[in-house]
């Protein structure tokens, strides 16, 4: 017979401990660099961790235990954190299973079947919380479960690995999880009865480094604005480390251009099974390696690679088999040397013609050939899979369209007058590609004709020099003749090999009849532009005659771009730097335009014609700097900050100084957004043009480094900024190229820089020279590691610095501190960032527009107000309160686009919490009146409020200006009439100056009084007295408020049927009568929610005092009474007149102030006589309620409010007391997520 232990504490948990997630560490392997017998020691003691001081779970303090009578061992069945949990286990296991143990006839089948039993159902629950077509493994699915439990996390929050490893609290290293999520970092551990838990949005991150401590080698530090966080005891720190980046990257995207993570469902499937490693993990190695694939070869920013492989490639101009290894993807086999300068190869699947396995030989084992359409010949050998890359390359080429693109049928046009360039193309055998260059012909769009530039502006503006027949003219034709032996024995065209020849020839100058097309192959932009026939040309076309803020932009800069050069003196070069830029915004409107585009862009058009420049400019935007030209230089300020780190690396001496004088900051955004084109003179400026189009951003930083090591001595001796300035810029505008057959064009910089003392010239090829000497081991990748690094320091201080800003604009007219201003802007930017990874269908909101000021940038729907106002408001009112949310957004939202930005939202939050018991109650107040009330309200705000007012041809709405309602007027075709009815008022407006005067007014700044607020109907203030029902149903006074509304209501509702003996006028009554039944205060949505509100507040008002109770029970009569009179719309009924009372009668009588708001609050009353009128019935429809329920005549207004809520000491005290937004943000940090267990946990989420 078994036996079940219950509520048995558990003393023995760590023998008996459920598996831990089991981290993916069988996969690694040894770090690099690091010692095997260091390494052995590391896994032994970090396993041993694992198993005595495991923290993946919490022991449960009570189980139930399976045991049998004759054995020693027991099996868990189900645990419990508490003695109500575990008893809510052992009940369902009495109705379930105990009752089937007694068909079995002996123990072990019992055991069996428990077991059996118990894992199915763990199984099954399994099962049910997975998501379905999961590539993930077993192990991985169950850690993915327990963190989402741990921390709370929804099903949309996707795990991405987890680790363990130790975190340093303080002195003490807790040894747990690490849990990497899209979004957030996240670390659990429970050791020696202490439990931590960490959660920090990658978002909040300003710093990953990687650092040494004392008590361990390696450690990685987590920096957020507000602490600094270490983990270490990794066994893969560097796998550990580089997966950090990557996420905190993701979240950097986010911030600068709202783009969120978005998995890729396009991944091919592992050959063989990844154990342990989940479907995005894979996503994000794919596109780490993506990124360097691309980045190397400067390849479309789509290109993805499928898989490379060792080989070796045959290189006919030195005769050797290169080591390397092969790149294959959709439309590219790309080749890169071990040895970094010996061979680069890109070959573009459209251009190949065959591919085929040669012979293998001892020689050339598994050899591969390759043929393309310009006669050239690749031979690859060494393949160790060489049948599967052979099918590979087949399958992509079958994909490869075949037809020949429009436009791209171009042929080099050789020099015929150079001899031994006939006789290159005679015995070459390497022929040249008939796509691989320039032509003179005009460029024909697939499109239609479009009037472009159909060359290169330099050789239509060419003025006659006699350089071209000089020394100068001579070295020119050097130069050429030495590209084109290069040509002859590396290939043209982008089958070339590039190699370290490759880069001398840059460095010595491209001849300017070369420049267009070398630039267009070094940056990848002609790979884009043939794959893409005919799109600059429709780009033209969409864009043509078609403004915006980026063409007015264009506009005022076109003349400043270059005015100096001829080509750009006349119209016609004008207008094709204009149809370049204009495209260009059209294709990025996130980037648009920027200043220093067109100076870029300018001098791109002088070499090429205009669609080669548009995608020379494409490449140069959005692959080769990437964010320089977004609206907030990112990229230049990313770029910067690599500098400054260069120059404390290189130039430690001169980097204090340059950081005291604040130099650095100032002259590299013009250097690198223009790459020295502003600062330079532009012959020498075109060569480091060039060479950045060869070498990327490493070659203008290490020039940069030049210029300043150049002029060290004399930036030491610097007093102020504008000395160093004027230092550098002598020194730039002196540097000449002297092998220029161009005529130089006049540097307007130099104007400004020049000093008595004659200039002494730099020559730009021994600069260029100097740097590769000095700084030539800079290499691209540690390049990108920087950039990672000073992103995130960059986009970090762009936000602290929006949030300044924000923070600053709307301090003056809000009461809230600086600090708490601060605050808020931390949360509500948070709930907007987590509405774009867990929002659902909110694609208005998760929108971001970088062009709009920082206070427009993030903006919040109505969901997430609701949201931040349940967990901020001091007016909590039970399941009333989403309603008020609703109402205030509904206020706050002035444009009516559902969106409402950071000031509308703490303008909303300031009214609640700021001010006196007045200010308080008119926000209170306008919540009940439209447009918060009635979100559905066709007409405007003048009509639907006007109707409540004395008067109704002369009460103007607070909602709508004049102004705004003449210019209605007008646009509908009706100013005759408004005209008219001004004049009726007094008012002609005869001219312009009219207009003018009412804008004036419009411009003043005219404070609200309580006189302008307008009156409130019947239904609207039953409304209000809900509101307040609800929101004094959890106050420590309640009773008191109770009887205070009570009391404050029975009052102002007699107010209203006095009122209406004054203002009510028979003749009107019909007529308002019928406009009233135009009127829903209410929505048709929020009946419901106010049903249900109102229903909540009957049910949650105590009960009244004895003597209360016996007061009603005495007078029946008189309440019955009461209430038909307040019920009549006509203010006459059975009883006499209600009569106003005194505030001391008022406060005597309690047991009909009582009586009375319970009858008109609630609906469900039993002693309310049966033609008392009933307010506010669901039943009815809204013109029935109008009609038939609500007293048309009976209004009441702010003013009479106010004076009555004043009487009642306990209403003034509510809303007069001080409550402390801090401590309510605190809150809501902790309750943001529900975590499952509730120790002494410790919640790290820091936002910026």
């Given at each position: 017979?078994?036996?079940?232990?219950?509520?048995?504490?558990?003393?023995?948990?760590?023998?008996?401990?459920?598996?831990?997630?089991?981290?993916?560490?069988?996969?690694?392997?040894?770090?690099?660099?690091?010692?095997?017998?260091?390494?052995?020691?590391?896994?032994?003691?970090v396993g041993t961790l694992d198993v005595v001081l495991d923290s993946?779970?919490?022991?449960?303090?009570?189980?139930?235990?399976?045991?049998?009578?004759?054995?020693?061992?027991?099996?868990?069945?189900?645990?419990?954190?508490?003695?109500?949990?575990?008893?809510?286990?052992?009940?369902?296991?009495?109705?379930?299973?105990?009752?089937?143990?007694?068909?079995?006839?002996?123990?072990?089948?019992?055991?069996?079947?428990?077991?059996?039993?118990?894992?199915?159902?763990?199984?099954?629950?399994?099962?049910?919380?997975?998501?379905?077509?999961?590539?993930?493994?077993?192990?991985?699915?169950?850690?993915?479960?327990?963190?989402?439990?741990?921390?709370?996390?929804?099903?949309?929050?996707?795990?991405?690995?987890?680790?363990?490893?130790?975190?340093?609290?303080?002195?003490?290293?807790?040894?747990?999880?690490?849990?990497?999520?899209?979004?957030?970092?996240?670390?659990?551990?429970?050791?020696?009865?202490?439990?931590?838990?960490?959660?920090i949005q990658w978002v909040d991150v300003t710093q990953l480094e990687?650092?040494?401590?004392?008590?361990?080698?390696?450690?990685?530090?987590?920096?957020?604005?507000?602490?600094?966080?270490?983990?270490?005891?990794?066994?893969?720190?560097?796998?550990?480390?580089?997966?950090?980046?990557?996420?905190?990257?993701?979240?950097?995207?986010?911030?600068?251009?709202?783009?969120?993570?978005?998995?890729?469902?396009?991944?091919?499937?592992?050959?063989?099974?990844?154990?342990?490693?989940?479907?995005?993990?894979?996503?994000?190695?794919?596109?780490?390696?993506?990124?360097?694939?691309?980045?190397?070869?400067?390849?479309?920013?789509?290109?993805?690679?499928?898989?490379?492989?060792?080989?070796?490639?045959?290189?006919?101009?030195?005769?050797?088999?290169?080591?390397?290894?092969?790149?294959?993807?959709?439309?590219?086999?790309?080749?890169?040397?071990?040895?970094?300068?010996?061979?680069?190869?890109?070959?573009?699947?459209?251009?190949?013609?065959?591919?085929?396995?040669?012979?293998?030989?001892?020689?050339?084992?598994?050899?591969?050939?390759?043929?393309?359409?310009?006669?050239?010949?690749?031979?690859?050998?060494?393949?160790?899979?060489?049948?599967?890359?052979?099918?590979?390359?087949?399958?992509?080429?079958?994909?490869?369209?075949?037809?020949?693109?429009?436009?791209?049928?171009?042929?080099?046009?050789?020099?015929?007058?150079?001899?031994?360039?006939?006789?290159l193309r005679k015995y070459s055998p390497l022929a040249v590609s008939?796509?691989?260059?320039?032509?003179?012909?005009?460029?024909?769009?697939?499109?239609?004709?479009?009037?472009?530039?159909?060359?290169?502006?330099?050789?239509?503006?060419?003025?006659?020099?006699?350089?071209?027949?000089?020394?100068?003219?001579?070295?020119?034709?050097?130069?050429?003749?030495?590209?084109?032996?290069?040509?002859?024995?590396?290939?043209?065209?982008?089958?070339?090999?590039?190699?370290?020849?490759?880069?001398?020839?840059?460095?010595?100058?491209?001849?300017?009849?070369?420049?267009?097309?070398?630039?267009?192959?070094?940056?990848?932009?002609?790979?884009?532009?043939?794959?893409?026939?005919?799109?600059?040309?429709?780009?033209?076309?969409?864009?043509?005659?078609?403004?915006?803020?980026?063409?007015?932009?264009?506009?005022?800069?076109?003349?400043?771009?270059?005015?100096?050069?001829?080509?750009?003196?006349?119209?016609?070069?004008?207008?094709?730097?204009?149809?370049?830029?204009?495209?260009?915004?059209?294709?990025?409107?996130?980037?648009?335009?920027?200043?220093?585009?067109?100076?870029?862009?300018?001098?791109?058009?002088?070499?090429?014609?205009?669609?080669?420049?548009?995608?020379?400019?494409?490449?140069?935007?959005?692959?080769?700097?990437?964010?320089?030209?977004?609206?907030?230089?990112?990229?230049?300020?990313?770029?910067?900050?690599?500098?400054?780190?260069?120059?404390?690396?290189?130039?430690?001496?001169?980097?204090?100084?340059?950081?005291?004088?604040?130099?650095?900051?100032?002259?590299?955004?013009?250097?690198?957004?223009?790459?020295?084109?502003?600062?330079?003179?532009?012959?020498?400026?075109?060569?480091?043009?060039?060479?950045?189009?060869?070498?990327?951003?490493?070659?203008?930083?290490?020039?940069?480094?030049?210029?300043?090591?150049?002029?060290?001595?004399?930036?030491?001796?610097?007093?102020?900024?504008?000395?160093?300035?004027?230092?550098?810029?002598?020194?730039?505008?002196?540097?000449?190229?002297?092998?220029?057959?161009?005529?130089?064009?006049?540097?307007?910089?130099?104007?400004?820089?020049?000093?008595?003392?004659?200039?002494?010239?730099?020559?730009?090829?021994?600069?260029?020279?100097?740097?590769?000497?000095?700084?030539?081991?800079?290499?691209?990748?540690?390049?990108?590691?920087?950039?990672?690094?000073?992103?995130?320091?960059?986009?970090?201080?762009?936000?602290?610095?929006?949030?300044?800003?924000?923070?600053?604009?709307?301090?003056?007219?809000?009461?809230?501190?600086?600090?708490?201003?601060?605050?808020?802007?931390?949360?509500?930017?948070?709930?907007?960032?987590?509405?774009?990874?867990?929002?659902?269908?909110?694609?208005?909101?998760?929108?971001?527009?970088?062009?709009?000021?920082?206070?427009?940038?993030?903006?919040?729907?109505?969901?997430?107000?609701?949201?931040?106002?349940?967990?901020?408001?001091?007016?909590?009112?039970?399941?009333?309160?989403?309603?008020?949310?609703?109402?205030?957004?509904?206020?706050?939202?002035?444009?009516?686009?559902?969106?409402?930005?950071?000031?509308?939202?703490?303008?909303?939050?300031?009214?609640?919490?700021?001010?006196?018991?007045?200010?308080?109650?008119?926000?209170?107040?306008?919540?009940?009146?439209?447009?918060?009330?009635?979100?559905?309200?066709?007409?405007?705000?003048?009509?639907?409020?006007?109707?409540?007012?004395?008067?109704?041809?002369?009460?103007?709405?607070?909602?709508?200006?004049?102004?705004?309602?003449?210019?209605?007027?007008?646009?509908?075709?009706?100013?005759?009439?408004?005209?008219?009815?001004?004049?009726?008022?007094?008012?002609?407006?005869?001219?312009?100056?009219?207009?003018?005067?009412?804008?004036?007014?419009?411009?003043?700044?005219?404070?609200?009084?309580?006189?302008?607020?307008?009156?409130?109907?019947?239904?609207?203030?039953?409304?209000?007295?809900?509101?307040?029902?609800?929101?004094?149903?959890?106050?420590?006074?309640?009773?008191?408020?109770?009887?205070?509304?009570?009391?404050?209501?029975?009052?102002?509702?007699?107010?209203?049927?006095?009122?209406?003996?004054?203002?009510?006028?028979?003749?009107?009554?019909?007529?308002?009568?019928?406009?009233?039944?135009?009127?829903?205060?209410?929505?048709?949505?929020?009946?419901?929610?106010?049903?249900?509100?109102?229903?909540?507040?009957?049910?949650?008002?105590?009960?009244?005092?004895?003597?209360?109770?016996?007061?009603?029970?005495?007078?029946?009569?008189?309440?019955?009474?009461?209430?038909?009179?307040?019920?009549?719309?006509?203010?006459?009924?059975?009883?006499?007149?209600?009569?106003?009372?005194?505030?001391?009668?008022?406060?005597?009588?309690?047991?009909?102030?009582?009586?009375?708001?319970?009858?008109?609050?609630?609906?469900?009353?039993?002693?309310?006589?049966?033609?008392?009128?009933?307010?506010?019935?669901?039943?009815?429809?809204?013109?029935?309620?109008?009609?038939?329920?609500?007293?048309?005549?009976?209004?009441?207004?702010?003013?009479?409010?106010?004076?009555?809520?004043?009487?009642?000491?306990?209403?003034?005290?509510?809303?007069?007391?001080?409550?402390?937004?801090?401590?309510?943000?605190?809150?809501?940090?902790?309750?943001?997520?529900?975590?499952?267990?509730?120790?002494?946990?410790?919640?790290?989420?820091?936002?910026?």
């Open positions: 017979m078994s036996t079940v232990c219950t509520g048995l504490p558990n003393q023995e948990g760590w023998e008996l401990k459920l598996d831990p997630p089991q981290s993916p560490r069988s996969n690694h392997g040894p770090c690099p660099g690091s010692n095997t017998s260091e390494l052995l020691i590391m896994r032994l003691l993946s779970a919490r022991v449960a303090p009570y189980r139930i235990l399976h045991q049998t009578q004759d054995s020693q061992v027991y099996w868990a069945v189900a645990c419990g954190s508490s003695r109500k949990e575990i008893t809510k286990h052992w009940e369902w296991l009495e109705n379930n299973l105990l009752q089937t143990l007694s068909i079995f006839d002996n123990e072990e089948d019992i055991t069996t079947f428990v077991k059996g039993k118990i894992h199915g159902i763990i199984a099954e629950e399994n099962k049910n919380e997975q998501p379905q077509s999961e590539e993930d493994p077993g192990k991985f699915k169950e850690a993915e479960l327990k963190m989402r439990k741990q921390f709370g996390m929804p099903e949309v929050e996707k795990l991405v690995n987890y680790y363990s490893c130790s975190y340093w609290k303080g002195r003490v290293p807790r040894q747990g999880w690490l849990y990497l999520t899209v979004n957030h970092l996240c670390f659990y551990s429970f050791l020696l009865g202490k439990e931590v838990t960490l959660v990687k650092n040494a401590t004392l008590l361990f080698p390696e450690c990685i530090k987590v920096s957020t604005r507000d602490s600094e966080l270490y983990f270490s005891m990794f066994l893969n720190i560097n796998e550990t480390f580089k997966l950090m980046e990557q996420l905190a990257n993701i979240a950097m995207r986010q911030l600068l251009d709202n783009e969120s993570f978005l998995q890729d469902k396009s991944l091919p499937k592992p050959r063989r099974p990844l154990k342990n490693i989940s479907a995005l993990k894979r996503d994000l190695d794919a596109r780490a390696k993506n990124e360097c694939y691309r980045a190397t070869f400067r390849l479309p920013k789509d290109e993805c690679l499928d898989g490379h492989t060792d080989c070796t490639l045959w290189t006919p101009f030195n005769k050797m088999h290169i080591p390397g290894q092969m790149f294959v993807s959709n439309n590219y086999i790309c080749f890169a040397s071990r040895a970094e300068e010996a061979c680069h190869l890109i070959i573009p699947l459209r251009e190949v013609t065959i591919v085929e396995k040669a012979d293998s030989s001892s020689v050339l084992p598994s050899p591969l050939s390759i043929s393309t359409k310009s006669k050239m010949t690749f031979f690859f050998a060494n393949l160790k899979d060489r049948d599967f890359l052979v099918q590979r390359i087949s399958d992509f080429l079958q994909r490869t369209p075949s037809k020949k693109p429009c436009g791209i049928d171009r042929e080099w046009k050789w020099n015929v007058a150079d001899p031994s360039s006939e006789v008939p796509t691989s260059a320039l032509s003179h012909r005009p460029v024909s769009f697939c499109a239609g004709q479009v009037p472009t530039a159909s060359q290169g502006l330099l050789k239509l503006f060419r003025r006659n020099s006699e350089e071209l027949s000089g020394p100068k003219g001579a070295k020119e034709k050097m130069k050429e003749e030495s590209w084109n032996i290069h040509f002859f024995e590396y290939g043209r065209g982008m089958c070339m090999y590039r190699t370290a020849k490759t880069r001398e020839l840059v460095q010595k100058g491209i001849p300017e009849n070369l420049r267009g097309e070398l630039w267009l192959l070094f940056s990848g932009a002609w790979n884009e532009m043939v794959t893409h026939p005919g799109y600059y040309g429709d780009l033209v076309e969409k864009s043509m005659g078609r403004y915006n803020l980026a063409t007015e932009e264009i506009e005022r800069d076109l003349h400043r771009s270059m005015p100096e050069h001829p080509a750009f003196q006349n119209e016609f070069g004008i207008a094709a730097l204009r149809r370049v830029l204009t495209a260009y915004a059209f294709r990025n409107p996130t980037i648009g335009y920027c200043q220093a585009m067109n100076i870029v862009t300018s001098v791109l058009l002088l070499y090429c014609n205009e669609e080669e420049a548009f995608w020379l400019l494409v490449a140069l935007c959005e692959r080769m700097l990437p964010d320089y030209y977004n609206t907030r230089v990112v990229g230049a300020l990313v770029d910067q900050g690599i500098f400054e780190e260069l120059t404390r690396e290189y130039l430690p001496q001169l980097s204090e100084k340059m950081q005291d004088l604040g130099v650095i900051s100032t002259i590299s955004l013009s250097w690198f957004l223009t790459l020295f084109l502003s600062v330079m003179p532009f012959e020498s400026a075109v060569v480091i043009v060039d060479c950045f189009f060869y070498e990327g951003i490493k070659f203008i930083l290490q020039v940069s480094l030049a210029i300043l090591d150049a002029n060290m001595e004399k930036l030491l001796q610097c007093c102020d900024e504008g000395e160093a300035m004027t230092i550098l810029g002598r020194y730039l505008d002196n540097v000449v190229n002297r092998q220029s057959v161009s005529p130089p064009i006049p540097h307007l910089h130099a104007l400004l820089t020049s000093g008595d003392d004659p200039p002494l010239e730099i020559d730009i090829f021994e600069l260029i020279k100097t740097s590769y000497e000095k700084f030539g081991n800079l290499k691209a990748d540690d390049i990108e590691q920087m950039r990672f690094k000073q992103r995130l320091k960059v986009i970090q201080s762009l936000e602290d610095t929006a949030k300044k800003s924000v923070v600053r604009a709307v301090s003056g007219d809000i009461g809230f501190s600086m600090e708490e201003l601060e605050e808020l802007y931390v949360v509500f930017k948070a709930k907007y960032l987590m509405s774009c990874y867990w929002g659902n269908n909110r694609a208005a909101a998760a929108r971001r527009d970088q062009s709009l000021p920082y206070l427009e940038q993030y903006r919040i729907d109505m969901e997430q107000f609701k949201e931040l106002f349940i967990s901020l408001t001091p007016w909590a009112c039970g399941a009333h309160t989403p309603v008020l949310a609703a109402r205030l957004f509904r206020l706050l939202d002035e444009n009516r686009d559902s969106l409402i930005n950071f000031k509308e939202f703490v303008t909303g939050m300031s009214g609640m919490y700021h001010g006196d018991l007045t200010e308080k109650l008119k926000v209170l107040y306008k919540l009940h009146l439209p447009p918060a009330l009635n979100p559905e309200e066709t007409e405007s705000a003048l009509e639907a409020t006007s109707y409540f007012t004395e008067d109704v041809t002369t009460e103007v709405s607070p909602f709508v200006s004049e102004l705004d309602i003449c210019l209605h007027c007008e646009s509908q075709g009706q100013s005759m009439d408004y005209v008219h009815a001004l004049k009726e008022k007094g008012t002609s407006p005869q001219d312009y100056r009219y207009y003018l005067r009412m804008w004036a007014k419009e411009k003043e700044n005219k404070k609200e009084t309580i006189k302008d607020l307008p009156k409130m109907s019947q239904e609207q203030f039953i409304e209000l007295c809900k509101t307040l029902y609800n929101m004094f149903s959890e106050d420590p006074v309640e009773q008191e408020l109770y009887h205070a509304i009570a009391t404050v209501a029975s009052l102002l509702l007699r107010i209203g049927e006095v009122g209406k003996k004054f203002s009510n006028r028979p003749t009107r009554k019909s007529e308002d009568c019928k406009a009233n039944n135009t009127q829903d205060p209410v929505s048709e949505e929020e009946s419901p929610t106010s049903e249900q509100s109102q229903n909540s507040a009957v049910e949650q008002q105590p009960q009244a005092d004895h003597e209360d109770k016996a007061s009603v029970d005495a007078q029946p009569e008189k309440t019955q009474q009461e209430n038909q009179t307040l019920g009549d719309g006509s203010g006459e009924g059975q009883g006499s007149p209600l009569q106003l009372l005194s505030d001391d009668e008022t406060k005597d009588d309690m047991s009909m102030s009582s009586y009375s708001m319970v009858s008109t609050g609630s609906l469900q009353c039993e002693d309310i006589a049966d033609d008392t009128v009933l307010v506010g019935c669901e039943g009815s429809s809204a013109a029935a309620r109008y009609g038939s329920t609500i007293d048309t005549d009976w209004s009441i207004s702010f003013e009479q409010i106010l004076a009555s809520m004043l009487t009642e000491t306990a209403l003034v005290n509510y809303f007069e007391k001080k409550v402390n937004i801090l401590q309510k943000i605190k809150d809501q940090k902790k309750v943001e997520r529900q975590f499952s267990s509730s120790s002494d946990y410790e919640l790290s989420s820091v936002s910026g």
